[in-house]
């Protein structure tokens, strides 16, 4: 796409990585200093994956947690810090199958965020609102013969050239 666009019209779009209970718990649990293995302990409760892994659902499924939290106020005030960070934005990362175009330079269209490895992307995450002139694009599995297939999100293509959704590369 760059080789078609210009490398100063094409982008990669961020997307931003969020603060999971198991995360919040051992950081909010090393900034309290509650030692780290009880920290370790009551992290691991959470589980990993589900709707009981976040603070409340796993508060109401496992009673061991909720036994803790009652009987010890340093762990219920690590655990209402921690339900508060839960689902905060942690950091910025690139989507693994998106990327932007635009009929000019990027700049001119959004603001752009260059991570330290020097990685541009645009501060418009996936599913937000863009300027109408961007075309949003979606890469997903590779056919047989090692090509990526790739899907655009909306019908018109920088420049006004428009085509099939779908696309082999």
């Known amino acids: 796409m760059t080789n078609k666009y210009g490398r100063e019209n094409v982008s990669q779009i961020i997307t931003f990585g969020t603060m999971a209970a198991r995360a919040a718990i051992r950081d909010v649990g090393r900034v309290l200093e509650v030692p780290l293995p009880e920290v370790d302990r009551i992290a691991k409760m959470i589980p990993p994956v589900g709707p009981d892994s976040t603070i409340d659902g ?16 340093k762990i219920a005030h690590l655990l ?6 839960e689902g905060q ?3 910025p990362s690139i989507h693994a199958a998106g990327i932007v175009i635009t009929p000019r330079p990027l700049v001119e269209f959004m603001p752009l965020y260059q991570s330290v490895k020097g990685e541009i992307t645009s501060q418009f995450a996936m599913g937000t609102s863009r300027p109408s002139a961007c075309s949003r694009w979606t890469f997903s599995a590779c056919e047989p013969d ?9 019908q018109d293509e920088p420049g006004g050239e428009s085509g099939p959704q779908d696309h082999a590369a």
Not at 58 to 73: C, F, G, M, S, V
Not at 80 to 85: H, M, Q, S, T, Y
């Open 58 to 73: 796993a508060l109401e499924k496992i009673p061991q947690l909720r036994e803790l939290r009652d009987k010890n106020a």
């Open 80 to 85: 209402a810090v921690a339900r508060n960070l």
């Open 89 to 91: 934005v942690r950091h």
């Open 146 to 154: 090692g090509h990526p297939r790739y899907h655009r999100t909306r």
